[in-house]
């Protein structure tokens, strides 16, 4: 038996309790990659915090995280039907459903925002998905996730040409399908625009298969509820014109706003421990770059621009701040 499977066995809360307290041995150790790099990106999209207000926002963030971790796991060990029952309150199903009745298919956008896992087992209800899958480091583990995921109506294809190809026959078909497209491409698949006002390399899969069908594009989080009893799904009609144009920098740099727009309302939910950021022009790799020239970087960008965003301002994101 893989030992993943141990996870069935065990309740969520019991995981999530372990999960918040290895949140707080984390952030006792300032210098361990997830907590720097979480630190660099806040330094990044959110230069105006005070030191207060960044430290407060990074417990939330490794807390967020660490739970959405476990979340994912007891996803995975269990039936989907065992996800789909914790999921409580539907935010604007209609805008879902309108778009999986559109017939040039849906996509459905999915950062890595909240615990998408879950939100998975529960958007399979509706039909049967082409999703891209990369299997996971390690024997064991990409066994345990593959089999997880195997369990749900979706059929997975590689995250190649082969697997594009298969997504845009679903959309051509009506069918729908789901993609994350905050991940950082390789340089010939990506476009250079802004996200977070951080001109940063984005990927153009979303927006090609768009413009190419036509389908209907339609936001989805699931985020855990304040009350800690199972989780919201979150739904976004994502219709501005620019996300279907054919000028790759444009189409991108409108999901990249879209993406923001999802990523406010829940901000600490938000998968800030990945390096989003580690292709920007002039820069570099912020997360290896010396502390001074992240400094004057911040420092010379920021001053051009007039949007810096200040999470701090959204009562959505600092939902657990005081769990």
């Given at each position: ?8 066995y ?17 952030m ?7 907590v ?15 030191g207060?207000?960044?430290?407060t ?15 994912s796991?007891?996803s995975?060990a269990?039936?989907?039907?065992w996800?789909?029952a ?14 999986l ?6 996509l ?11 939100m ?41 040409g ?14 729908f ?7 950082v ?11 977070f006002g ?25 985020i ?7 989780f919201d ?15 790759a ?14 990523i406010?309302?829940?901000?600490s939910?938000y ?5 989003r ?24 960008t ?11 301002d959204?009562d ?8």
């Open positions: 038996m893989n030992p993943y499977q141990v996870f069935k065990v309740p969520l809360s019991v995981l999530q309790m372990l999960a918040r307290f290895v949140a707080w041995i984390m006792l150790l300032p210098d361990l990659s997830i720097r790099t979480i630190k660099i990106n806040m330094t990044l999209v959110a230069p105006d915090l005070s207060h207000q960044q430290q926002l990074i417990k939330d963030i490794v807390r967020n995280q660490c739970l959405s971790s476990v979340e796991i007891k995975w269990m039936a989907p039907k996800s789909i914790q999921i409580r309150d539907i935010h604007n199903q209609d805008i879902l459903l309108e778009g009745a559109s017939p040039n298919g849906m459905a956008i999915v950062p890595h925002l909240g615990t998408w896992e879950m998975n087992a529960w958007l399979n209800q509706f039909g049967a998905p082409t999703i891209m899958y990369k299997p996971v480091k390690g024997e064991l583990t990409n066994n345990f996730v593959l089999q997880g995921r195997s369990r749900l109506n979706a059929t997975l294809v590689p995250t190649d082969s697997g594009v190809k298969a997504i845009f026959k679903t959309l051509k078909q009506g069918g399908s789901i993609v994350l497209p905050d991940h491409p390789d340089p010939s698949g990506g476009e250079v625009v802004p996200f951080v001109e940063t390399l984005t990927s153009t899969l979303a927006s090609k298969l768009a413009s190419k069908t036509k389908c209907a594009l339609v936001g989805v989080s699931c855990r509820r304040i009350d800690g009893r199972g799904i979150y739904c976004y009609k994502l219709d501005d014109p620019d996300l279907y144009d054919r000028n920098s444009i189409s991108t740099y409108a999901l990249n706003q879209a993406m923001e727009m999802m406010k309302e829940n901000c939910h998968m800030w421990g990945y390096r950021f580690k292709q920007i022009p002039i820069l570099g790799n912020p997360y290896n770059a010396p502390e001074s020239a992240l400094t004057d970087f911040v420092r010379a920021h001053t051009s621009r007039s949007d810096a965003y200040s999470p701090m959204n959505a994101s600092n939902s657990e701040q005081n769990k």
